[in-house]
């Protein structure tokens, strides 16, 4: 079974902070995505990375896929309380149908 | 449509009821997926469409689930016989190759 580690599982901070969220795995993934859900909404999709050692940049947000495909971190800057939320990794395997998600990161900014 | 739309948004039913859950996918994206999230859990695959290729059954949780798709349009995940575990957040979402998911809001079904 592929599966991918998300850490930490919950993380609260304070506004203006920064902070990094990992999605790890022993597997190869051909993509992988980050995803981050509101309450009552379904996951909207953040970013898609498919280069080894790729590293984009969403605002405030920067995103790097690990050299080997299996590893991927989330780094927020100076966190503000609209990125509360549950943060999804998840790896897209060769062949592009058959996605595995993590469980999340539940990020909560306080005020 | 501009989204994916599940259908109902909210569904409380009791012991041993079935149920119908409706998505219609973004039109022109061929995969399409159902996922169930429990309470503060991650997404659990559940089962996938791909155009006309069989379905990809391996995340049903038991022969109480079902789901079918009409060509690249409409699918319904039909749970017979609901157990109260069954509660969860039922997520639809289809594929466009190379862009990731579009997902829909989800149906909350509540079994009491």
């Known amino acids: 079974t592929q599966l991918l580690e998300q850490s930490p599982q919950f993380l609260s901070i304070q506004e203006g902070e920064n902070l990094t969220v990992y999605c790890n795995s022993s597997s190869v993934f051909s993509s992988l995505q980050w995803y981050r859900q509101e309450p009552g909404e379904g996951p909207v999709l953040l970013v898609t990375?498919?280069?080894?050692?790729e590293v984009k940049k969403l605002k405030r947000l920067t995103f790097q896929f690990g050299d080997a495909r299996k590893d991927s971190s989330l780094h927020i800057t100076a966190a503000q309380p609209g990125d509360t939320g549950l943060y999804l990794c998840?790896?897209?395997?060769?062949?592009?149908?058959?996605?595995?998600f993590g469980a999340g990161t539940r990020l909560f900014v306080k005020a | 449509g501009a989204g994916v739309s599940q259908s109902p948004s909210n569904k409380v039913t009791e012991k041993g009821k079935d149920v119908e859950l409706r998505c219609d996918p973004i039109s022109g994206h061929t995969a399409l997926y159902w996922y169930r999230q429990r309470l503060g859990q991650g997404l659990e695959f559940l089962i996938y469409?791909?155009?006309?290729?069989?379905?990809?059954k391996s995340g049903l949780p038991s022969d109480r689930f079902s789901a079918e798709r009409t060509g690249e349009s409409v699918s319904t995940l039909t749970i017979q016989r609901t157990q109260q575990e069954d509660s969860a957040v039922y997520l639809c979402?289809?594929?466009?190759?190379?862009?990731?998911?579009?997902f829909g809001s989800g149906t909350r079904l509540t079994v009491v």
């Open positions: 469409f791909q155009g006309n290729s069989a379905p990809d």
């Open positions: 990375v498919v280069t080894g050692g």
């Open positions: 998840a790896g897209v395997r060769t062949g592009g149908f058959k996605t595995i």
């Open positions: 979402a289809s594929l466009e190759l190379g862009y990731g998911y579009t």
